[in-house]
């Protein structure tokens, strides 16, 4: 990891536009859940329908999405990636520094704000604050890494990331059982459960296929943007 290049990509995500999705985002989940708790349905069910529906299922890749692409995409759009490639830093080590950095800010805009939620409504109650933490954590690793990759293959990363997160993940997956084999919102899910009691909570995923797969696709994504990272020449063309 490279701090200059952590530092300058941390400056050039949270000083644009998309820090303000990174905050409404994990703002509209804990006003949920203080709605929730305001009417009087802070109960579990309603705990883990919250969390698997909004923190996990739409929250999290859309966090993923906006983090992961948000630290190389637009470097390579306008061509200011070029002045980075210049200097004399392994093209590796730029993408794992640039998937430290993703990585850290869902840990704060995802987990973070998933555990406050989750304990609003309930408390440490069947672990399901501490759960969906972990899984939130584990599947918010995962989606910078894959949208990191697809940032660095692709110039259409979000129209490529929302597809995969809205239409694989969260249609496709809910029709088709199979699918969610390959879904990083069921792996998370699947940890999630390990760790709570709820009776509310289940999951189609088992978790010796869960945690080999949330590593596979992390370590795997990041070696292959760096690889790729290797392919671009000072004049932009590959």
Known sequence: MNGVVAGITYRAVLGRRRILLLILLPLGLVGLAVLLRLVGSADERSAVTLMQSFAVGTMLPLLGLIAGTGVIAPEIDDGTVLHLLSK?????????????????????????????????????????????????????????ALFLLLGVVTRHAVTTGIIYALVWEGLIGNFVSGVRQFSVQQ????????????????????????????????????????????????????
């Open 88 to 144: 004399p830093i392994s093209r590796p080590v730029i993408a794992q520094t640039k998937f430290a950095v993703a990585a850290s800010l869902l840990a704060v805009f995802a987990a973070v704000p998933t555990f406050v939620a989750a304990w609003l409504l309930v408390g440490g109650e069947s672990g399901i604050a501490t759960g969906f933490t972990v899984g939130a954590l584990s599947g918010g690793v995962a989606y910078a």
């Open 187 to 238: 792996w998370a899910r699947s940890i999630a459960d390990q760790i709570s009691t709820s009776p509310f909570l289940s999951t189609d995923v088992k978790l010796s296929f869960a945690v080999p797969a949330l590593i596979v696709v992390t370590v795997g994504s990041v070696l292959w943007a760096g690889q790729r990272l290797r392919a671009f020449s000072l004049t932009g063309d590959e």
